[in-house]
């Protein structure tokens, strides 16, 4: 099994900076791909970005410019989301998703996602 933990929501005002942390840990042989999704209430999931194992990333449109991704090269398998210029149509549940391959016989794809964490930008 592949477990997803994110953490470093939290309340913060227009304007401001979160950077929010992913971890993934358990049967993992490699990962293709961390990347993080958000669903505001009565919305559906989007996509926030994609950072594959190429060093390749993929941005929501509205995120383009004021949010960055970044691995932690201290941790394994964990990345960062760095969130700048916070606006309130950003509040949402921020989920983390992994792609990848376990250590099993098979190299079997898994595709985790983490419980998510809590984001509002409010004054």
């Known amino acids: 099994q592949v477990h997803v933990v994110e953490s470093g929501g939290g309340l913060v005002q227009p304007g401001g900076s979160l950077r929010l942390s992913c971890t993934a840990s358990g049967s993992i042989d490699r990962i293709n791909a961390m990347g993080w999704y958000r669903q505001a209430p009565g919305k559906q999931r989007e996509l926030v970005v994609v950072?594959?194992?190429?060093?390749?990333?993929?941005y929501g449109d509205s995120m383009k410019g004021r949010f960055t991704i970044s691995r932690n090269n201290r941790v394994k398998n964990t990345v960062f989301l760095q969130m700048n210029s916070l606006r309130p149509e950003d509040t949402a549940v921020y989920y983390c998703n992994v792609l990848g391959h376990n250590d099993d016989y098979y190299k079997t794809l898994f595709d985790s996602w983490g419980q998510g964490t809590q984001v509002t930008v409010s004054s």
């Open positions: 950072l594959d194992s190429g060093g390749n990333t993929n």
